[in-house]
């Protein structure tokens, strides 16, 4: 099989520019604020008490706050705006 010479030289720059490019794509702390999460229902209810407990869990398992916040005098829709 014969590789055309424009096909190769863009492969060899492709090989040579990885691994400058792996070096500037490094992971970044993500969330950097807390997140929130956002009950559209009373507080003290069942759905209320549910988001409190996953969000401890899951500021447990991953390290980062996690804030419950109830919009309970907005209609459900309206509180998926807030977000």
Request: aromatic share 8%; proline share 8%; glycine share 4%.
């Amino acid at each position: 099989m014969k590789l055309p010479r424009r096909n190769f030289l863009h492969l060899a720059a492709g090989a040579a520019a990885l691994p400058a490019v792996t070096r500037v794509a490094r992971a970044q702390t993500y969330p950097s604020r807390p997140v929130r999460i956002i009950v559209p229902f009373a507080p003290a209810g069942s759905t209320d008490i549910v988001a409190r407990l996953i969000g401890q869990w899951l500021s447990e398992r991953l390290g980062q706050q996690f804030v419950v916040e109830t919009a309970w005098a907005l209609a459900p829709t309206s509180a998926l705006r807030q977000s």
